[in-house]
């Protein structure tokens, strides 16, 4: 197949390379693309579990602080919501946006794309769900928040007693299984498969062209 | 490595989405629907240095508030004391905390700065020749740009969990300052003015 480096726009032929591969760009040595081990069912195994963290650790606090039996605590709407109600509406939307809403809506929408691949199944908006991702990838900081909690607690362990919820645990693993699910998915790679789809509907697809 | 062709040259050009090499109608600046995932497949990003200037002198415009001015009031037992970027590191190293100093020193002052140098110098010297090698060493600086641009919002979130935090009366209050909406603003138009800039800019000019 045909590919141009989003880099370097060198045009070059590319082979359909063994799982576990990856292929670089002859001009400026760039990835353009991996095929990753685990087929389509390792993302989706990985991304439900991500599922069940994302919601525990929206569901409960990230983070206790007990000032002399006085208790506050924090989950991931909560801080954007300190922000906004603080005269920064702008400063808590971006917050929440980049905390909890694109993290959730890429974490749903890829659940979503492969469900539709591994079913071999056009559901609605599947094009359009993957093309999404493209856009808003750049824009997911839920790592870097938990690295911004970590530097929270060690500035308040000095003045307060700081009690760590089950949401931060959470929200943790959460991350980790997000990394390990990204490193088995190749946008590319999905593109083709959508595009085999449209080809050969459901039950036509032989077994091979499926894995 | 004369033997490379780049796509524009003949006529083609890669969908940004999906990757899809089609073949551009003349002329070849018409934008194009892509046959596989319907985006817009541009030869090169529409405006893209334009775009990438007036990001990055807006960014540079509000980096300034967003250091001169406090990002965070702190009120302990009735005694208030405000922080701009550059004092609450200071204020790390004073109390010894020499990790936390050099992840906030790193994430709000090294991170920005290299940013707006980078793509100030990518913008700059985009437009004379270069040999290949100079070329790959831009199209990797222009990569790390891209890539650790978000992690200048860790001292957003800081402060954002600060402030959700500590509300605790007459002992202790965090306020955020109007230096982290600055801050805030400086990171979005610097991770914009990445993304507006096209790395196939850089290889234009190169030298046979």
């Not at chain 1, 579990?49 to 602080?65: D, E, K, M, R």
């Not at chain 2, 990003?45 to 009031?73: C, D, E, F, G, Q």
């Not at chain 2, 100030?120 to 790959?136: E, F, G, M, Q």
Request: some cysteine.
């Amino acid at each position: 197949m045909l590919m141009a480096c989003r880099e370097c726009d060198v045009l070059q032929r590319v082979p359909w390379v063994p799982v576990g591969k990856k292929v670089r760009c002859r001009g400026c040595g760039a990835t353009l693309y991996h095929h990753p081990r685990g087929g389509l069912d390792r993302p989706i195994a990985l991304l439900f579990g991500a599922l069940v963290l994302y919601v525990l650790a929206n569901i409960f606090p990230l983070v206790t602080l007990d000032i002399g039996g006085a208790t506050r605590e924090t989950s991931l709407v909560g801080t954007a919501w300190a922000l906004y109600n603080h005269d920064m509406k702008l400063l808590g939307m971006l917050v929440f946006l980049t905390s909890l809403a694109v993290p959730g809506a890429i974490l749903f929408s890829t659940l979503y794309v492969l469900a539709g691949l591994r079913l071999q199944r056009s559901l609605p908006g599947l094009r359009q769900m993957l093309a999404l991702l493209s856009h808003i990838h750049p824009w997911e900081m839920a790592d870097v928040f938990v690295i911004s909690i970590l530097v929270a607690l060690v500035k308040m362990s000095g003045m307060a007693e700081v009690i760590v919820g089950a949401g931060l645990y959470a929200l943790i693993g959460y991350i980790l299984l997000g990394i390990a699910a990204s490193a088995s998915i190749d946008v590319f790679v999905l593109w083709r498969r959508m595009e085999r789809i449209d080809r050969f509907p459901r039950g036509q697809l032989s077994l091979e062209a499926g894995r | 490595m004369t033997d490379l062709l780049r796509a524009k040259s003949l006529g083609l050009a890669s969908c940004g989405v999906c990757r899809q090499v089609v073949r551009l109608s003349l002329p070849s600046t018409v934008q194009l629907e892509c046959p596989r995932c319907g985006g817009r497949v541009h030869s090169r990003l529409s405006h893209s240095l334009a775009r990438t200037w007036a990001l990055l002198i807006a960014s540079m415009v509000l980096y300034v508030p967003a250091n001169v001015y406090p990002v965070m009031k702190n009120t302990y037992l009735g005694a208030e004391s405000s922080n701009t970027i550059l004092s609450g590191v200071v204020l790390f190293l004073k109390e010894g905390d020499w990790l936390l100093a050099f992840v906030i020193f790193t994430a709000s002052i090294v991170v920005p700065l290299l940013k707006m140098c980078s793509l100030l110098y990518l913008l700059i010297n985009v437009h004379k020749p270069s040999v290949a090698r100079r070329a790959r060493q831009q199209t990797a600086l222009y990569r790390v740009t891209e890539l650790v641009g978000r992690w200048s919002m860790v001292d957003v979130f800081v402060i954002g969990i600060l402030t959700a935090l500590v509300q605790m009366g007459a002992i202790s209050t965090v306020e955020p300052g109007i230096g982290a909406m600055a801050f805030g603003a400086v990171v979005v138009l610097t991770m914009l003015a990445a993304i507006s800039f096209d790395p196939r800019l850089i290889w234009d000019q190169e030298k046979q």
